[in-house]
């Protein structure tokens, strides 16, 4: 048994002292990248961490890109669409921005957290846990707004996870132990767990009722969001950050991506042989 607690999604920051709004669309990224962008003095327009998690967005926008099938909420792992046409295609707009050396070709997201955090970059991709971190550094500078369109006209998903409160199958006191997370996760507490954290609880109440507009981004990028696949198969999913550091230094896009699908689909398969 659990009770959800909040719902996570990564969604663009932005510094109002370096653009009056965030750009709506890729394109105008791009273009925005072009102009604030000095990458010997570390400042950029524009820094996306170079992983599978934030780059999903990029895959799914030009043509939906998936991770599994999926019929009647249930996941087919042997069905992958990571290697679609429309992957290939998101992927190549992103790697637009390393070659034009807009983005870095390594960055982690230390390094992308203190460069925002310095004032030195436009805008980030992120979620809420940096939340009060970011309006620490830059206070009333510090702005957000959902994924800028792809495609055109596409609002690009984002991973939604939910965060929850499980009971644990070896308790000895369940019934109780449900009452708790029941209880923690009341309308009254679930505003609390707001107050303190910063987090979004899943109660359309709570999130109809956010008036502050930091979390403009936040609450507008989660009905695009993509539910996370929670199923065993889902772990070598996780080796496309293969593909994409391959893309980073060079690698054509198409074999990139089609080598490391095919990696993952021979190391799902092993997961399903017996002894």
Do not use: H
């Not at 961490?49 to 996941?75: I, K």
């Not at 087919?76 to 990571?82: A, E, N, R």
């Not at 991709?125 to 940096?130: E, K, L, T, V, Y």
């Not at 449900?178 to 109660?203: C, H, I």
């Amino acid at each position: 048994m659990g009770a959800p607690v909040a719902i996570e999604t990564y969604f663009a920051y932005y510094n109002k002292s370096l653009m009056d709004s965030a750009p709506e669309t890729i394109d105008d990224v791009f273009t925005m990248s072009q102009e604030l962008t000095d990458a010997s003095q570390d400042q950029y327009g524009f820094l996306v961490s170079p992983e599978f998690y934030y780059l999903y967005s990029f895959m799914n926008a030009y043509g939906g890109g998936y991770v599994f099938g999926e019929t009647d909420g249930v996941y087919d792992p042997t069905d992958i669409g990571l290697d679609n046409e429309g992957s290939i295609e998101g992927l190549k707009k992103y790697k637009e921005f390393i070659d034009a050396g807009l983005l870095p070709k390594t960055l982690t997201v230390d390094v992308l957290d203190g460069l925002f955090k310095e004032g030195k970059v436009g805008m980030v991709i992120s979620g809420p846990w940096n939340m009060p971190i970011y309006k620490e550094a830059l206070g009333d500078d510090l702005a957000t707004a959902p994924l800028p369109m792809m495609n055109g006209e596409v609002a690009p998903p984002s991973f939604v996870g939910v965060k929850s409160w499980l009971v644990s199958y070896y308790s000895e006191n369940q019934e109780w132990a449900a009452d708790l997370a029941k209880f923690m996760t009341n309308n009254e507490n679930s505003q609390l767990y707001f107050d303190v954290t910063g987090e979004l609880p899943p109660r359309p109440e709570i999130l109809d009722a956010v008036e502050d507009s930091i979390y403009a981004g936040y609450t507008e990028q989660v009905p695009n969001g993509t539910l996370m696949p929670n199923i065993p198969e889902m772990s070598p999913v996780w080796d496309m950050d293969v593909a994409i550091e391959l893309i980073n230094n060079g690698s054509d896009v198409e074999s990139a991506v089609k080598d490391t699908v095919q990696s993952i689909k021979d190391n799902i398969a092993t997961m399903g042989t017996s002894e």
